[in-house]
């Protein structure tokens, strides 16, 4: 029995545990140790998070470190480096908008995108590589530059636990100022629900890919945006300053999901574009074994 007074084992990063849990690092930890488990169970052995970097091809480079999968899926060339010819460094880019305060189960979509970051930030480090953080909502409101110190964990966690939510999300201007302090190409992770103009979003995420870095898009939602399930009439609560909406869901559901589903895969393509990795990030399902596999994919290349 754990000091959390939950069952050992993989039961610990279900969304209805973690939010029972204490603390973020308790949390991060239980993901953590899930997530090496089910990485050894995998039939890629040799525990690593390794992210490597792409760069673009130049006359000179040698063709066998050239990323075939990715020409496939963009028509150009990429050079994949790997972790001997650089030393990883990471920003993560957390959502504190108040539309990740949302839940329909039980744990917020910012609880979950803060546990995901937090130990993402506690396996990279373990490999000695660098991690930062840049919390955001309508602005760039904390900026923490990568280092990789244990003592920089505590300041990770802190950060994250301590920061206070606002409406509106700005993801434009917000990832064009990240863009411009990160001044050595590296790893960007972004934790957020997206919600902005669709055009916006990819504008940002594009000066990303023109300072040549890495960008992984780990989209934060909840089951009930995905389905709409309401059945009852209810009155809707804007969380970003938009005015209440009284009505019948059965009225709106296939409306909403058709903008939903279209925002969601215009998102998806835009990634898809850029040569990013896009992550769906469905808040009740469990962390350790969704971050797993997510992880374990990168590893086949």
């Known amino acids: 029995m754990s000091e959390t007074g939950a069952p050992p084992g993989r039961k610990l990063a279900d969304p209805s545990t973690l939010a029972r849990i204490a603390g973020l690092e308790l949390r991060a930890r239980a993901v953590v140790e899930g997530v090496i488990s089910g990485l050894h169970k995998s039939p890629h052995r040799g525990y690593s998070v390794e992210f490597a970097q792409h760069r673009d091809y130049t006359p000179g480079d040698e063709i066998r470190h050239i990323d075939w999968k990715v020409y496939g899926r963009s028509d150009r060339l990429y050079i994949k480096q790997f972790e001997e010819e650089t030393n990883l460094k990471a920003t993560l880019v957390l959502d504190t908008s108040t539309s990740m305060n949302y839940t329909s189960g039980a744990i917020t979509k910012l609880d979950y995108a803060s546990v995901t970051a937090a130990s993402i930030a506690s396996l990279l480090l373990n490999q000695r590589d660098s991690v930062g953080l840049a919390l955001f909502d309508s602005g760039l409101r904390s900026f923490l530059p ?66 040549k870095h890495e960008v992984v898009v780990f989209h934060v939602l909840d089951r009930a945006e995905l389905e709409f399930p309401f059945r009852e009439f209810a009155q809707f609560e804007g969380m970003e300053l938009e005015g209440p909406l009284l009505a019948e869901p059965n009225a709106l559901r296939r409306e909403y999901l058709r903008v939903f589903g279209e925002f969601t895969e215009g998102i998806k393509r835009s990634c898809r574009e850029m040569v990013m990795d896009y992550v769906p990030w469905v808040t009740d399902q469990p962390l350790d074994s969704s971050l797993a596999k997510y992880l374990s994919q990168r590893l086949k290349g």
């Open 146 to 211: 990568p280092a990789g110190t244990p003592s920089h964990l505590r300041e990770l966690l802190h950060r994250m636990e301590t920061a206070e939510t606002a409406p509106k999300t700005g993801i434009s201007h917000t990832f064009h100022d990240l863009a411009e302090r990160l001044k050595r190409r590296g790893l960007i992770i972004v934790l957020s629900d997206l919600f902005d103009d669709a055009a916006e979003v990819r504008k940002g995420l594009q000066h990303f890919r023109h300072r």
